[in-house]
């Protein structure tokens, strides 16, 4: 991948107080871009914050409601003095068999994973158009490979797909970008809270899958994060979804694939 340098970058990130939007942060502020992360928890928010330094600002708020949409956008600008990019990252995970699902837990995720970021991002079109500016969504190896138990979460990230195209259709004329990164199996607190998993089952469970992976191993938040800051900078390319996925969603078995030691 070549990039374009981030100097100078405004960049609104969701989800930032932990997992793949935390490491997208920190990756892009590196690289000196100035970046706004936002989530529900304000002592999670404040350490990244703490961890990445003055380049990075955080804003206490939930993607579901519509005040706080709103100051995450202000703040975001106030920080960076306009907005070049969205990452929308915030999201949770349902599992479940389908018998036992909850409809108001399963409408919930949907507010969360999809309405809540596409109402964000009509509410940065105008900022965004400014400089044309990018979006960037995180989908999931779960629409190119199917697992049990993980249905409302599959669904909304199908969603997340159809959104990209139809908004990279929708924006292009403004010249706003809008992609999509499909991350595979990285081990990040959400998935850790979903299966009610303790750090170490977290990681047993994760190296487990490495034999799935064509590349014989999980990934890292470093790797999903480079794949955003392309995203961010890759200025004939829209409506693309990228998977980052180390040869997950090619389906491989234990016994087809030949994993590395």
Same mark, same amino acid.
């Given at each position: 991948m070549?990039?374009?340098?981030?100097?100078?970058?405004?960049?609104? #990130?969701t989800?930032?107080?932990?997992g793949?939007?935390?490491?997208?942060?920190?990756?892009?502020?590196?690289?000196?871009?100035?970046?706004?992360?936002?989530?529900?928890?304000?002592?999670a928010?404040?350490a990244? @914050?703490?961890s990445?330094?003055?380049?990075?600002?955080?804003v206490?708020?939930?993607?579901?409601?519509a005040g706080?949409?709103?100051?995450?956008? $202000? /703040?975001?600008?106030?920080?960076?003095?306009?907005?070049?990019?969205? !990452?929308?990252?915030a999201?949770? &995970?349902l599992?479940?068999?389908?018998?036992?699902?909850n409809e108001?837990?399963?409408l919930e995720?949907?507010?969360?994973? !999809? !309405?809540?970021?596409? &109402?964000?991002t009509?509410l940065?079109?105008?900022?965004l158009? $400014?400089?044309?500016g990018? @979006?960037?969504?995180?989908?999931?190896?779960?629409?190119r490979?199917?697992?049990?138990? #993980?249905?409302?979460?599959?669904a909304?990230?199908?969603?997340?797909?159809?959104? /990209?195209?139809?908004?990279?259709?929708?924006?292009?004329?403004?010249?706003?970008? @809008?992609?999509?990164?499909?991350?595979?199996?990285?081990?990040t607190?959400?998935?850790?809270?979903?299966?009610? &998993?303790t750090d170490?089952?977290?990681?047993?469970r994760?190296?487990? &899958?490495?034999?799935?992976?064509?590349?014989?191993r /999980?990934?890292?938040?470093?790797?999903?994060a480079?794949?955003?800051?392309?995203?961010l900078?890759?200025e004939w /390319?829209?409506g693309?979804?990228l998977?980052?996925?180390?040869?997950?969603?090619?389906?491989l078995?234990?016994?087809?694939?030949?994993?590395?030691?």
């Amino acid at each position: 991948m070549s990039l374009r340098s981030l100097d100078g970058y405004s960049v609104l #990130v969701t989800g930032g107080g932990s997992g793949l939007g935390a490491g997208a942060a920190r990756y892009l502020a590196a690289r000196g871009a100035r970046v706004t992360i936002c989530g529900r928890r304000e002592q999670a928010l404040r350490a990244v @914050v703490a961890s990445i330094g003055a380049n990075c600002a955080g804003v206490v708020g939930d993607v579901t409601v519509a005040g706080d949409r709103q100051r995450m956008l $202000e /703040t975001a600008i106030a920080h960076g003095g306009r907005l070049d990019g969205l !990452v929308n990252n915030a999201g949770n &995970m349902l599992r479940g068999e389908l018998a036992s699902l909850n409809e108001r837990s399963v409408l919930e995720l949907f507010h969360t994973n !999809v !309405v809540g970021a596409m &109402m964000l991002t009509g509410l940065c079109v105008p900022a965004l158009a $400014e400089r044309r500016g990018a @979006v960037v969504f995180l989908g999931s190896i779960h629409n190119r490979r199917a697992f049990p138990c #993980v249905s409302p979460y599959a669904a909304t990230k199908g969603a997340i797909e159809s959104l /990209t195209r139809s908004l990279a259709a929708e924006l292009g004329a403004q010249g706003i970008r @809008v992609n999509c990164v499909a991350p595979g199996a990285v081990l990040t607190e959400i998935n850790q809270r979903a299966g009610l &998993m303790t750090d170490e089952q977290a990681r047993e469970r994760l190296d487990r &899958m490495r034999v799935l992976h064509a590349l014989g191993r /999980t990934g890292t938040e470093e790797e999903i994060a480079e794949a955003i800051a392309y995203l961010l900078t890759a200025e004939w /390319t829209t409506g693309a979804i990228l998977d980052v996925d180390g040869g997950l969603g090619l389906g491989l078995t234990e016994e087809l694939g030949t994993p590395s030691a």
